[in-house]
């Protein structure tokens, strides 16, 4: 007996654990901001921070970084010295999530930084992995 398609997807789902079926990718906050004058001011970079789980002003060192141009935390968010468009920024905190965030094991967020001596590494609370990451905190 030929199976189709469908039937065959669905009983691959049926065996999976259910957890397994839940999990995304995990998704890449995006900024929200506008064009001020000759600034750019993104109005949600201290939540993207913050549902990163890093502190704010490393991760606005690297973004400054690699956008090659000046910026500064406020309290209400990040003003960016040049115009910049948004889809810019995002490939660069994508950028981020990928060195900074994700485990390099098992792909989850759930991460964090610690520093030892003079090296840093980023510890993954769901498998456990360590990696030595290329950062100061
Ligand atoms: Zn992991």
Request: net charge positive.
């Amino acid at each position: 007996m030929v199976e189709s398609y469908e039937t065959l997807v669905e009983k691959a789902y049926s065996v999976l654990p259910e957890t397994a079926i839940k999990e995304e990718r995990f998704l890449v906050p995006k900024v929200r901001g506008h064009v001020q004058g000759n600034t750019t001011v993104i109005s949600n970079f201290l939540q993207i921070a913050d549902s990163l789980g890093r502190k704010p002003q490393h991760f606005l060192k690297y973004i400054l970084k690699e956008l090659a141009t000046p910026g500064e935390l406020r309290k209400n968010g990040v003003i960016i010295g040049t115009k910049m468009p948004a889809s810019r920024i995002n490939e660069k905190i994508e950028k981020y999530v990928e060195e900074f965030v994700l485990c390099k094991e098992c792909g989850k967020p759930d991460t964090k930084l610690l520093k030892e001596g003079n090296f840093v590494f980023m510890k993954c609370l769901a498998c456990g992995a360590r990696h030595s990451v290329n950062a100061k905190i």
